[in-house]
């Protein structure tokens, strides 16, 4: 009963501290704001490590967050090959791939009343394809190793980041083209100095969804078929033999690269639309 009384006392404290910061006068201050989601993260894992302790959980159905650290810290070499495979081989190779299609395609439906009537809706229908049906087929296509993983990420950001930018490039008004057109500026100058930097808050709209999109996706296509590395596969195995540390420590890698493949996307936006009344802080 102890346990958790000190588990009640310590929430109760780091809730406190936490609104306290959120009220105080620095709240807007970028010290602050890293402090106050470190601070509820680390409350999550205290309280994790005592709820699993407490009560006796088994680690093969939860570990604590000690010993995912431990696990964590001596499998280091099959995580980061584990990292290069899925992240670096599959998910950013797809990602490049599939955003510079879209944003080549969304051009070439701008100009194209047919590809406009014709490829949305059929986007709008491969977007709603569940990954588990795409991803086998895909895999049996292009084989066990990366470029199939690649293949799906491809699938999975392409329609978000193209409907996105195709929106964008309509969100001038006429006013605006009708002044691009009184300085003789063709469809190519009106794009690149009208349209498509008004266009840039909705492509980087499409990008960020397409972030997680693309790991997730290439950590579910490595479930039907991988080589002996990469992190779907090592999740795969790892429930299979019960090893649910290392699972839970493939799971700490996969969030780490997620938030650091958002966070660099969110600074790129940041940077190329300071201009946007959204980037503007109080």
Known sequence: MMWLIFALAFWAGAWALNAALARSRWRDTRVVRIAVPVLFGVTLLVLWEGMVRGL??????????????????????TLWEDFRQTVLKGALTGFAIGASAALLTSVAIDRSAFLTRGLLPIGNFVAALPIIGIAPILVSWFGFDWQSKAAVVVVMVFFPILVNTV??????????????RTYAAGYWHTLLKLRLPAAMPFIFNGLKIAT???????????????????MGFRISTGVGSLSIDLVWAEIAVAALAGTAFYSLVALAERAVTFWHPSQRRR
């Open 212 to 230: 997680t999109l693309a790991l997730i996706g290439a950590i579910v296509a490595e479930y039907f078929g991988s080589p002996t590395r990469g």
């Open 167 to 180: 929106q964008g490039l309509r969100e001038t008004d006429a006013m605006q083209r009708d002044l691009m």
């Open 56 to 77: 006796g959980v088994s680690p093969v159905i939860l570990p604590a967050p000690s010993v995912v650290a431990q696990t964590f810290a001596a499998s280091t070499e």
